[in-house]
T-cell receptor
């Protein structure tokens, strides 16, 4: 019930292309869905996040699409650049107000080629 | 402002030993959470501390423990190390916004031989 499934495991996209990473969840109590970006040797950094009352959120070249009925959400990276090459993690959380934790997907290694 | 500082960056320990990892949160942050990252299991939640109290705990054996000091610095301890404990241990600090304001450190890479 706490699992978040992420696909694909790895992705190769040409410069200027669109990178799409998908996640699915089971627990309908999840109410916060962030995406994190991690470069080698660094900790994950928050990229963009969405709540289930919104179907889409865009920040620059990054867009989250959220489908509540299908219990799926995805990250779209438009005009992908070599500097976007990193590992991306989706996550989900139930915030009880005083105690909360993130449940992460298994990660997608993105490589953007020239 | 300074980010989340984790020390040491790298550690090599022998099976059966114990280890203590340290995390200094961003100034003013009172919540510190710990995660274990491995290639097979990904990022898994260990525990969260807020104002010196453990608020939440993941599904790890009792060999994994932690604490938080009055200055919000946190330590985690792993006793009787096993080969499977080899991982990147990450801490994340946040202020009153909890998980919404997570800032992760660069982690401590623990290798158990």
């Amino acid at each position: 019930q706490q699992q978040v499934k992420q696909s694909p495991q790895s992705l190769i996209v040409q410069k200027g292309g669109i990178s799409i990473i998908n996640c699915a969840y089971e627990n309908t109590a999840f109410d916060y869905f962030p995406w994190y970006q991690q470069f080698p040797g660094k900790g994950p950094a928050l990229l963009i996040a969405i709540r289930p009352d919104v179907s889409e959120k865009k920040e620059g070249r990054f867009t989250i699409s959220f489908n509540k009925s299908a219990k799926q959400f995805s990250l779209h990276i438009m005009d992908s650049q070599p500097g976007d090459s990193a590992t991306y993690f989706c996550a989900a959380s139930i915030n009880t107000g005083t105690a909360s934790k993130l449940t992460f997907g298994t990660g997608t290694r993105l490589q953007v080629t020239l | 402002k300074a980010g989340v500082t984790q020390t040491p960056r790298y550690l090599i320990k022998t099976r059966g030993q114990q280890v203590t990892l340290s995390c200094s949160p961003i100034s003013g942050h009172r919540s510190v959470s710990w995660y274990q990252q491995t290639p097979g299991q990904g990022l898994q939640f260990l525990f969260e501390y807020f104002s010196e109290t453990q608020r939440n705990k993941g599904n790890f054996p009792g060999r994994f423990s932690g604490r938080q000091f009055s200055n919000s610095r946190s330590e985690m301890n792993v006793s009787t190390l096993e080969l499977g404990d080899s991982a990147l241990y990450l801490c994340a600090s946040s202020g009153t916004s909890g998980i919404y304001g997570y800032t992760f450190g660069s982690g401590t890479r623990l290798t158990v031989v």
